[in-house]
């Protein structure tokens, strides 16, 4: 049976091989970020150890004690039953500063890798708020006096944003992994595509939708499928049900029209995000958090959903609409 070369459990369906490092690896460690790629290939000379010498007793154990082929063992090693040792990709192997430019560390797939996060945060922040502008520009909105409104809602949509990517960083920083929010090649050429052809049909009839993923928080030392994996997956998909709501009240209660209504939009910019990044495929956030939890998972996102209906209900619904609209609108 074939182990991922990362966290060493068996691969059940299909297994992944990586070109660059020659290892295979599951579906949640497929990516070559995800197994630090260049890590492994800098230690490919220590994959396989020989039968340590009595030296090493402490991190031997017996064939007739092995309980399975891929069991962990103290250290950095796991025995196999034929005495030999298989390495499999940990935390503890990633250096202490994996983001410092002297750390020698490359990242795949990750532009201005060494740059501060300072700067990733400005570039990143400011394509998505460029983003907002092109899809909320309105010319009925600009002749109704409310262009205002139109930098409103993108703000509204760059924070809804970072506070998802912030969600993921600070529960992973409060389990002690590395974590940086970093651009992302496919994702920069993405985003610029989507600005071409934004900007190319701003102010028709039919603008063209656009789409933006300039960057995204990287964490370093996510092992498995596991509570903290969860958590940190969660963690976005939260922060924009928390932010949705606590606008989706404000648009209640503040009386002020039509800025209530904006506020009710922005709020549902938060739900429609966090309800897309809880799909379970691909690298989204609800194909860990399934896996994980599926108590978590539902709760999350009949949540997420229930608050949308309910937010669209209040917009477009003539009955509801008197909780944000005016008396005489």
């Avoid at 496919?186 to 300039?214: E, N, Q, R």
């Avoid at 990287?218 to 499928?225: H, I, M």
């Avoid at 938060?270 to 194909?287: A, E, H, K, S, W």
Wanted: proline fraction near 5%; charge should be neutral.
């Amino acid at each position: 049976m074939t182990n991922c070369f990362h966290c060493g459990e068996e691969i059940i369906g299909q297994s992944f091989y990586c070109k660059e490092c020659g290892q295979n690896y599951c579906v949640f460690h497929k990516d070559p970020i995800i197994h630090e790629c260049n890590l492994v290939k800098e230690n490919n000379e220590i994959k396989v150890y020989p039968q340590p010498s009595i030296s090493y007793t402490e991190r031997f154990i017996p064939p007739q004690e092995q309980i399975s082929s891929h069991q962990s063992t103290s250290g950095f090693l796991r025995g196999t039953t034929d005495g030999t040792y298989t390495w499999y990709r940990e935390e503890i192997q990633i250096p202490v500063n994996a983001f410092d430019p002297d750390s020698g560390i490359k990242f795949r797939g990750i532009l201005l890798s060494h740059k501060s996060e300072f700067l990733h945060l400005l570039i990143g922040s400011s394509l998505i708020f460029l983003i907002g502008l092109i899809n909320f520009y309105n010319r009925r909105l600009i002749n109704f006096g409310f262009m205002w409104a139109i930098f409103m809602l993108a703000g509204f949509y760059m924070t809804a944003f970072l506070f998802h990517e912030f969600g993921h960083r600070q529960v992973a920083k409060h389990f002690g992994f590395q974590t940086k929010f970093r651009l992302l090649t496919y994702g920069m050429i993405l985003t610029a595509f989507s600005i071409v052809i934004g900007l190319s049909t701003m102010g028709s009839d039919f603008p063209a939708p656009t789409l933006a993923l300039p960057g995204a928080v990287v964490v370093l030392g996510l092992d498995k499928v596991s509570r903290e994996t969860g958590l940190c997956k969660a963690a976005g998909p939260m922060v924009n049900l928390i932010y949705g709501t606590i606008l989706l009240i404000l648009s209640i209660f503040i009386s002020f029209w039509p800025l209530n209504l904006f506020i009710a939009n922005a709020a549902s910019l938060n739900f429609l995000l966090g309800t897309f990044n809880m799909i379970p495929v691909g690298i989204l956030d609800g194909q860990n958090i399934f896996k994980w939890s599926k108590k978590v998972y539902f709760v999350l996102i009949i949540s997420l959903l229930t608050l949308l209906a309910v937010n669209y209900l209040i917009i477009y619904v003539p009955e509801l609409q008197t909780l944000i609209y005016p008396p005489h609108s």
